[in-house]
């Protein structure tokens, strides 16, 4: 059903995304974070309807006191529909051939693909699907359209319903991808609670969270090497701050 697709999602979705998957596409294309990455603002209002899961940052510059922030991809100008928006990493082009089974659907005539899709985010390599509450189990959500459709008909979602045999045939790794991404938000989340209980300016955040980040693998030195007889053992080097 892919083969088809237009990327609705990319353009009409301001796309969340962990500082995890900000720093492997930082890696992986050797791109600084402030290149592709955003922080949108939203007030209180607007940071109630994004709901639990995703904690907002708080930043102590001039302005901002009153303004909630998520980490997000930047959107940036289509080449191909001027007015309208795509994600920052989205590659698109006129079809050589137009579907005639897609009728009027978008995907008809404009195909879409990922520009990064072996660092895509988490959240794109599971979309649509979802982690139940239980933490267990993987759900799948057919994606209704949002109100940008009413702007453009570009913003069209996927014209197919989706099945457990749209993922392919193993599911487990779609559950096994969800589960990574809840771990990666509740990191994430404990570094922004720790953030926020002492708020900085804007531009130190992400030293902040690479620290933080390139900390939370430690090494129990008595694990890796045993002591001689008679001789003290060499005490572990002090590690980077974590939030606990």
């Known amino acids: ?133 239980d933490g267990a189990l993987g759900m799948v959500a057919n994606p209704a359209d949002t109100p940008m459709t009413q702007a453009n008909e570009i913003y069209t979602l996927c014209p197919d319903k989706w099945t457990l045999a749209s993922f392919g045939s193993d599911t487990t790794q779609v559950v096994h991808q969800l589960v990574l991404n809840r771990y990666e938000i509740d990191f994430q989340n404990k570094l922004i609670d720790e953030w926020n209980a002492r708020p900085r300016s804007l531009k130190e955040f992400f030293p902040f969270a690479v620290a933080c980040y390139s900390g939370r693998f430690r090494v129990i030195p008595e694990m890796v090497t045993t002591p001689s007889v008679g001789q003290p053992a060499t005490p572990a080097a002090e590690p980077a701050p974590i939030p606990e």
């Not at 969340?16 to 998957?21: A, E, G, H, K, P």
């Not at 994004?50 to 510059?61: A, E, K, M, T, V």
């Not at 579907?99 to 794109?124: L, N, Q, T, V, W």
């Open 1 to 133: 059903m892919c083969d088809t697709c237009h990327a609705g999602c990319c353009r009409a979705y301001n796309l969340l995304i962990t500082v995890f998957d900000a720093l492997q596409i930082s890696r992986d294309l050797s791109l600084p974070i402030g290149e592709f990455v955003a922080m949108l603002p939203r007030d209180a209002a607007g940071a109630k309807r994004f709901g639990d899961l995703h904690r907002p940052l708080r930043f102590s510059d001039p302005g901002f006191e009153d303004t909630f922030f998520y980490i997000g991809l930047k959107q940036i100008e289509s080449r191909l529909i001027p007015g309208t928006v795509r994600c920052h990493f989205l590659q698109e082009w006129p079809r050589a051939e137009v579907i005639p089974e897609r009728g009027s659907h978008p995907g008809a005539k404009i195909a879409g693909r990922c520009g990064i899709y072996g660092s895509r985010p988490m959240m794109c390599r599971a979309y649509p699907s979802f982690l139940h509450k």
